[in-house]
Nanobody, 123 residues
Framework: QLQAFGEGLVQAGGSLRLSCAAS????????VGWFRQAPGKEREFVAS????????NYADYAKGRFTISRDNAKNTVYLQMNSLKPEDTAVYYC??????????????????WGQGTQVTVSS
């Protein structure tokens, strides 16, 4: 089971950190991705990390502003978001998958999904 935390309202230029916590099985063998869905838009890829955390992938709009990391000892993956923009407003979801290469492909299917957490960036 995955659960996302970190819902918040921030001003443009601000920062927010989201957490994705796993329970029920060791997190360390799963690739984890963050996705988001804005009102009226399709869900889109944000960032992903391999099971070890040594490899990461980012959507172009996230590069340089967002950082994905993980602490497998705590069964938690983080998404640090800096320099937030109003267009980053969305519901953010985390997902996990046992596939070894899932993290590499933004469009890859993930087996497990958490509930979303709302991020709102005001201008």
């Amino acid at each position: 089971q995955l659960q996302a935390f970190g819902e918040g309202l921030v001003q443009a230029g601000g920062s927010l950190r989201l957490s994705c916590a796993a329970s029920g099985r060791p997190f360390s063998s799963y690739a984890v991705g963050w996705f988001r869905q804005a009102p009226g838009k399709e869900r889109e890829f944000v960032a992903s990390t391999s099971s070890s955390g040594r490899s990461t992938n980012y959507a172009d709009y996230a590069k340089g502003r967002f950082t994905i990391s993980r602490d497998n000892a705590k069964n938690t993956v983080y998404l640090q978001m800096n320099s937030l923009k109003p267009e980053d407003t969305a519901v953010y979801y985390c997902a996990a998958d046992p596939g070894g290469s899932t993290w590499y492909f933004p469009g890859a299917p993930y087996d497990y999904w958490g509930q979303g957490t709302q991020v709102t960036v005001s201008s």
